[in-house]
């Protein structure tokens, strides 16, 4: 059974408009939850972390956390040709697990003119 | 600042020899370093921790006497992959943390491309 799972897409929009990326994780107990950009052939990129329940935005980003469905969204407001990437989510289970991240297999977003 | 180097970018070795790469942080100290391996099209998936004057800590179903880890110093840490098979092929990432931030303060080395042929 996979830890973080995300739908793999490809999610395609139009310029301009939100794009939704989804994750789920099966840990109950983790506390900490990241957001990654990974363009093609590129390492992973820190967009967003979210460690308490509710939203976190950051400029057209947004991180919503739900401890109890066990989900974290992020949404981009005014979506760009250049945010075309993967976009990875990663959960760290927290207590001895310093700093390990758990990553979902990614949503590939495309966003056309 | 916070930036994270990777030598080789990338490499091509033949089936039974060994290469060394290399992730050094330039412009800070990292206690703690990670090292990720990624198949095309899957996800990241953390091989080891690996602590600067301590033995490496490998994950589950990672061979630590095939994939020597080495943290001699707080600005470098090096993957040996040991007689590498073309199963070894893949993309090889590490990351660091700053001394004194959030172990989740992570920044990622550009990766690493290896083919074993």
């Known amino acids: 059974q996979k830890e973080v799972e995300q739908n793999s897409g490809p999610l395609s929009v139009p310029e301009g408009a939100i794009a939704s990326l989804n994750c789920t994780y099966s840990d109950r107990g983790s506390q900490s939850f990241f957001w990654y950009r990974q363009y093609s052939g590129k390492s992973p990129e820190l967009i967003m972390s979210?460690?308490?329940?509710g939203d976190k935005e950051d400029g057209r980003f947004t991180a919503q956390l739900n401890k109890a469905s066990q989900y974290v969204s992020l949404l981009i407001r005014d979506s760009q040709p250049s945010d075309s990437a993967t976009y990875l989510c990663a959960v760290n289970a927290g207590g001895t697990s310093y700093g390990k991240l758990t990553f979902g297999q990614g949503t590939i977003l495309t966003v056309h003119p | 600042g916070a930036v994270v180097s990777q030598h080789p970018s990338w490499v091509i070795c033949k089936s039974g020899t060994s290469v060394k790469i290399e992730c050094r942080s330039l412009?800070?100290?990292?206690?703690?370093m990670f090292w990720y391996r990624q198949f095309p099209k899957q996800s990241l998936m953390l091989m080891a921790t690996s602590n600067e004057g301590s033995k490496a800590t490998y994950e589950q179903g990672v061979e630590k006497d095939k994939f020597l880890i080495n943290h001699a110093s707080l600005t470098l840490s090096t993957l040996t992959v040991t007689s590498a098979h073309p199963e070894d092929s893949s993309f090889y990432i590490c990351?660091?943390?700053?001394?004194?931030?959030?172990?989740?303060?992570?920044?990622f080395g550009p990766g690493t491309r290896l083919t074993v042929t």
């Open positions: 412009d800070f100290q990292a206690t703690t």
């Open positions: 979210i460690y308490s329940n």
């Open positions: 990351s660091a943390v700053p001394v004194g931030r959030s172990e989740y303060e992570q920044y």
